[in-house]
C-alpha cells in the first residue's frame, strides 16, 4: 500500500483561493438577514457544506500563492493549510465541497422563498 500524496501540484490552489467560516444554521429573520446582508458584499458568498453546515464564504485568495499556484511558505505554513486534504477525497481537487451556494442575494431570497421560508420583515 503506498502512502497518500495529496494532489496540490495538479489541483492549481483551489482550497487557497478562499477563507469560509462556520455559521450556525440560520433559524430566525434575523438569522436569514444577515446572510442576505453577507451576499450584497463583493467576493462572499455563503455555501452549505455536505454535512449541512453553513458557511460565509470570502472569495480572496491567499497572499502567498505564487504564480504558479505554489505555496512560497510551504514549510511555515498554518496548521489549517497542513491538515487540508490529508486523506484521499477530503479536498476541492476531488469533488465540490457544496451541497448548496449562493453568490447573490436574490439567488438566496429565491432559494428561502422555494422553501416557504418565512424571511421579510413587515414595513413599519
Known amino acids: 500500500m ?27 429573520k434575523k438569522d436569514y438577514d444577515y446572510i442576505r ?9 455563503v455555501f452549505v457544506d455536505h454535512d449541512r453546515n453553513w458557511f460565509v464564504e470570502f472569495r480572496t485568495p491567499c497572499s502567498f500563492i505564487k504564480q504558479d499556484n505554489k505555496c512560497s511558505i510551504y514549510e511555515k ?7 487540508h486534504g490529508d486523506s484521499e477525497g477530503s479536498c476541492e481537487f476531488y469533488s465540490s465541497p457544496y451541497l448548496l451556494y449562493f453568490t447573490s442575494l436574490s439567488e438566496f431570497e429565491s432559494y428561502l422563498d422555494k422553501k416557504n421560508v418565512d ?5 413599519s
Do not use: F, M, Q
Open 2 to 28: 503506498s502512502e497518500y500524496t495529496p494532489p496540490c501540484a495538479e489541483c492549481g490552489g483551489k482550497c487557497c483561493a478562499y477563507i469560509a467560516i462556520e455559521l450556525d444554521k440560520p433559524r430566525s
Open 37 to 45: 446582508w453577507y451576499l450584497t458584499h463583493k467576493n462572499v458568498h
Open 119 to 123: 424571511w421579510r420583515y413587515k414595513k
Open 77 to 83: 505554513r498554518p496548521n489549517i493549510c497542513r491538515g
